[in-house]
Nanobody, 114 residues
Framework: QVQVVESGGGLVQPGGSRRLSCAAPETMFRLNVMAWYRQAPGKQRELLASIRNPVGTNYADSVRGRFIISRDFVKNTVYLEMNNLKPDDTAVYYC????????WGQGTQVTVST
């Protein structure tokens, strides 16, 4: 099964920053629009940011101006730089293609709290 591995989550204070990483299989990474999603407790999974090959990004209104998505073609890795984090950003963060074509990984928990 093709699956990604997300990492980089943890506990962050409000206003802080965090960078998430997503290591993806080469075929998945190179042939698709890659994206970050999140799912907060009791809520549906939402699309946050997408990055096209070779260039072009899109962001949800909730994170535009605070989050930055990028990709490393050598490492087959997608990143999500998160800045000015808020308690509402607390969620499990996942990466996948956009639209979703692959199984979900384990995700990485981000908790924004004092």
């Amino acid at each position: 099964q093709v699956q990604v591995v997300e990492s980089g989550g943890g506990l962050v204070q409000p206003g802080g920053s965090r960078r998430l990483s997503c290591a993806a299989p080469e075929t998945m990474f190179r042939l698709n629009v890659m994206a970050w999603y999140r799912q907060a407790p009791g809520k549906q999974r939402e699309l946050l940011a997408s990055i096209r090959n070779p260039v072009g990004t899109n962001y949800a209104d909730s994170v535009r101006g605070r989050f930055i998505i990028s990709r490393d073609f050598v490492k087959n890795t997608v990143y999500l730089e998160m800045n000015n984090l808020k308690p509402d950003d607390t969620a499990v963060y996942y990466c996948n293609t956009n639209p979703v074509h692959y199984d979900w990984g384990q995700g990485t928990q981000v908790t924004v709290s004092t």
